[in-house]
């Protein structure tokens, strides 16, 4: 399989098909590996139209929410980006490309060192993993000038919004654990909060202190 046609096709089908506009989150759309970020068996699958699991009952997110939440996030290169919920390291590799330094939560061991591996591999050495509850957010290295949540949450969590900097935004799933929307939080200069609502989606559960209780 030709990796490098089938990443084209998703970045002309997926993202720029279905209205992503941002030329940088389509330029690391384009540069990031995503095959690298599953299973070799399920490597031929890595750009299809869908998630897929990355084990430990989580999953590696569609191609286009990737590229709708990053977007989102507006970034232009000098940002500080919190992440919460590494999985795969996808996310964060494209981030990576996007922002100055990214921050990124797993609470799952063996998916924080395999997503570590990888983005070694890939020479993206401005991330930094921690494996900790998200929900609590990384306070000692806030305030972040974004936030992307990466996992559906029953509400925003207020943890969150406080380590966000004035003019900083956060996107996250927000529902129950069926369905989510995708909201985007912003704070403004003067630290007024508002809300927007984009699309409906579906996430993994986020569990942790400030968000659903683990089964």
């Not at 999953?59 to 999985?87: D, F, H």
């Not at 609590?136 to 969590?157: K, L, N, Q, Y």
């Not at 996107?171 to 508002?194: A, F, M, Y």
Request: hydrophobic letters at 45%; one cysteine or more; aromatic letters at 4%.
């Amino acid at each position: 399989m030709n990796f490098d046609i089938a990443r084209k096709r998703m970045v002309e089908n997926q993202v720029v098909g279905r209205g992503i506009r941002d030329r940088r989150v389509i330029e690391a759309m384009l540069k990031i590996p995503r095959h690298l970020f599953v299973e070799e068996a399920m490597a031929a699958q890595a750009y299809n139209d869908n998630p897929l699991p990355i084990g430990e009952r989580q999953t590696i997110s569609q191609p286009y929410m990737v590229a709708l939440m990053t977007e989102l996030l507006e970034l232009k290169g000098k940002e500080r980006v919190l992440e919460i919920g590494t999985g795969s390291g996808y996310q964060a590799a494209v981030l990576a490309v996007l922002a100055d330094r990214v921050y990124t939560m797993e609470r799952i061991r063996p998916l924080a060192m395999q997503a570590r591996k990888v983005l070694d591999s890939l020479g993206l050495l401005n991330v930094n993993i921690k494996i900790d509850d998200g929900t609590c957010g990384w306070e000692e290295e806030s305030p972040f000038d974004a936030i992307i949540v990466t996992a559906g949450a029953p509400e925003i969590p207020e943890t969150l919004v406080t380590q966000l900097a004035p003019g900083g935004c956060l996107v996250l799933p927000v529902g129950n654990q069926i369905s989510q929307t995708l909201v985007r939080v912003r704070k403004g200069i003067d630290g007024v909060v508002s809300v927007e609502q984009s699309i409906g989606c579906r996430f993994v559960k986020l569990i942790g202190k400030h968000g659903w209780e683990a089964e």
